[in-house]
């Protein structure tokens, strides 16, 4: 039994986590509300938590930086590497919350049951800043739960503060579905708050000696499970917005809300200071004045720039410097993005991985397009760990990689670089995207029910087509695209497509709607025969 947690307690904590993480892997990648084959949380948890893991290991003396004592030094190593090795939302979350729960126990002396229940606190502060749009019934309701019951516990008690918090963790995720529409009619408890309960289980077992028995909720009984459409963005707006601003931490958050309420493609990041500091803003809005009003009610914003995206067609003086990095999940498509002269990583990398790339590149100025929204919660985290090393990211925030190819196709050097990237996300956000795969489960969809193996044609995100052929659903997906207008067909096969599905879709085309081009590429892709877009 432990009185205080000490760096040893801190190393066993995170190997006892990643063991039950890696035990309910499965379990937890099956938690997905979507019938097409994306499921994979758990996976991208234990990629997190593996890689704080090895951040720990590579410091085995535990010698402690500057003002850390030694359990907040290895606190802060496995934060540094779960950050560096977050893959997905949920890493990305997870991430957040150990480097808020490490900011706070860096400096404390001894972690009790009142200091752990000021870390659950600030972990679940820095968990919430971390997303534009916090939805409850996620891992963020989950550790919120932990942090309250924490506080109410009002112990010095080390083991009282970490029973109460998982045992309020535990309740909060089967509460999850009643929370969250997609959950509910899914029959399933949020995934990445699973994967919370799992972590906070193994703190208990770690201080106290004991295996707290929070098994995971049992599933609903649902006739069928349900799909959530995927986000989609947000209705473009005339005006991007940039300034910098020093203003404390809490009124940072108070202009965070109002900002997203104005607008889409909100990024904030600060400079690492745990109570305020510089931060830099970007926001479109169709309300500039709004905006920047939101920044001089939250502290002194200063350095602004207001574009208006319609303005945007004037030549630049020639820059050098620059860069793209694109996420490229297939050999074909890793080829296609070179040929653009961008530097490409394989699907789902990490943040380190991502950030490896940019920096190899060599440029001060990268512009990242991630191809996938889990993609995209990495790029967003690169945005601010590049910024160390004197380099500017800017994420395109593409969802496909034939939005990928729209946008490098408008690159231009002789523009500022801030405006070749409004000319590239203007590009991509253009390109209507689809795609095609077989249903990983039984689900009602938007388009009906649909059963394990199904075909389903998504037009970007949402079911639109279900079928048994796979040449006459791709035909039927591609009519349907152009039924609402297009010049350019863009096709990419994937890796376990058949032969001759690419020639059947553009002889269709040629014969129905002659008067557009169709361009057809070998992307290697898993899991999707063909993606398709139309410009």
Excluded at 60 to 66: N, R, S
Aim: charged share 20%; hydrophobic share 45%; net charge negative.
């Amino acid at each position: 039994m432990l009185d205080t947690l000490d760096a040893a307690a801190v190393r066993r904590w995170c190997a006892s986590g990643l063991a039950a993480l890696k035990r309910h892997q499965g379990e937890i990648d099956d938690l997905n509300v979507y019938p097409v084959p994306d499921g994979d949380t758990g996976t991208n948890l234990v990629l997190t938590l593996t890689s704080a893991q090895q951040a720990l290991a590579m410091d085995l003396d535990t010698v402690a930086d500057g003002d850390s004592t030694a359990h907040g030094h290895a606190l802060r190593l496995m934060a540094r590497g779960a950050l560096l090795g977050a893959r997905g939302n949920s890493g990305v979350i997870l991430s957040q919350i150990l480097r808020g729960f490490a900011d706070a126990l860096a400096t404390v002396p001894a972690v009790r049951g009142r200091e752990l229940a000021a870390a659950l606190r600030d972990a679940t502060t820095a968990a919430y800043a971390a997303v534009a749009r916090p939805v409850e019934g996620t891992l963020l309701t989950v550790v919120a739960a932990a942090a309250e019951a924490a506080g109410r516990a009002g112990s010095d008690e080390l083991r009282t503060v970490a029973r109460a918090a998982a045992g309020a963790a535990a309740s909060a995720l089967a509460r999850t579905p009643d929370q969250l529409p997609a959950l509910a009619r899914a029959g399933v408890v949020d995934a990445g708050g699973r994967g919370l309960c799992l972590l906070l289980d193994a703190l208990v077992e770690v201080i106290t000696g004991e295996s707290p028995e929070h098994p995971a909720p049992q599933p609903r009984t649902v006739p069928l499970p349900v799909t959530a459409a995927r986000q989609t963005g947000s209705p473009e707006y005339a005006y991007e917005v940039q300034f910098l601003l020093d203003a404390e931490a809490e009124a940072v958050r108070r202009m965070q809300d109002t900002l997203a309420a104005l607008g889409d493609s909100l990024v904030v990041v600060g400079d690492g200071s745990p109570s305020g500091g510089t931060w830099q803003v970007h926001v479109h809005v169709n309300d500039v004045g709004a905006a920047i009003e939101a920044g001089v009610v939250a502290g002194r914003p200063y350095q602004i720039s207001v574009t208006r995206f319609a303005d945007q067609t004037a030549p630049a003086p020639p820059s050098d410097g620059r860069a793209a990095v694109v996420v490229a999940a297939g050999a074909g498509l890793a080829e296609l993005f070179a040929g653009e002269g961008a530097i490409t990583v394989p699907g789902n990398p990490s943040t380190g991985e991502l950030l490896e790339a940019v920096l190899a590149t060599g440029a001060a100025r990268v512009v990242v397009l991630p191809n996938d929204p889990d993609a995209q919660a990495v790029a967003n985290q690169v945005t601010e760990e590049a910024q160390r090393f004197g380099v500017t990211v800017s994420v395109v925030p593409t969802r496909s990689p034939v939005q990928a190819l729209a946008a490098l196709a408008v690159r231009d050097p002789r523009r500022r670089f801030a405006d070749d990237v409004i000319a590239m996300a203007e590009a991509a956000g253009a390109c209507r995207y689809a795609e095609v795969c077989h249903a990983g489960r039984d689900a009602l969809t938007v388009a009906g029910p649909c059963r394990e193996g199904d075909l389903l044609a998504l037009v970007e995100g949402e079911v639109n087509l279900i079928g048994s052929d796979l040449e006459e659903t791709c035909v039927a997906l591609v009519d349907r695209l152009l039924g609402g207008g297009g010049e350019l067909v863009t096709l990419l096969v994937g890796a376990d497509a058949p032969a001759g599905l690419a020639d059947a879709v553009q002889a269709h085309v040629a014969r129905r709607w002659p008067f557009v081009e169709v361009q057809a590429y070998p992307g290697g892709q898993p899991r999707y025969p063909l993606l398709v877009g139309v410009e």
